[in-house]
Nanobody, 122 residues
Framework: QVQLVESGGGLVQAGGSLRLSCAASGRTFSSYSMGWFRRAPGKEREFVAFISKSGSGTSYSDSVKDRFTISRDNAKNTVYLQMNSLKPEDTAVYYC???????????????WGQGTQVTVSS
């Protein structure tokens, strides 16, 4: 069992930055590939970023590529999402997720966090 807790969300002006964190419980964090997803008001959940178990492989959605960076610290059981050049359309609840078997962003994901709100004002 893995519990995921996101933090770092908040209100920021367009063009600003935020860093989200996702802390995982348990001693097997390095066994999971990790993903960030988001759900905007009235929209379906969408993929944002993915990182492999070792951190050597990453992938991003086209909408955030070159603005967001995913990273992980397996010693701290934490995955991060650095978000730069934020836009109002990035406003959403952001979720982290853990996948034991997947090697790509497609999942499936076994565990999900509760989410953290990111609001970008224009």
């Amino acid at each position: 069992q893995v519990q995921l807790v996101e933090s770092g969300g908040g209100l920021v002006q367009a063009g600003g930055s935020l860093r989200l964190s996702c802390a995982a419980s348990g001693r097997t964090f390095s066994s999971y590939s990790m993903g960030w997803f988001r759900r905007a008001p009235g929209k379906e959940r969408e993929f944002v970023a993915f990182i492999s178990k070792s951190g050597s492989g990453t992938s991003y959605s086209d909408s955030v590529k070159d603005r967001f960076t995913i990273s992980r610290d397996n010693a701290k059981n934490t995955v991060y999402l650095q978000m730069n050049s934020l836009k109002p359309e990035d406003t959403a609840v952001y979720y982290c997720a853990a996948s034991l078997y997947s090697t790509t962003f497609r999942g499936p994901y076994d565990y999900w966090g509760q989410g953290t709100q990111v609001t970008v004002s224009s």
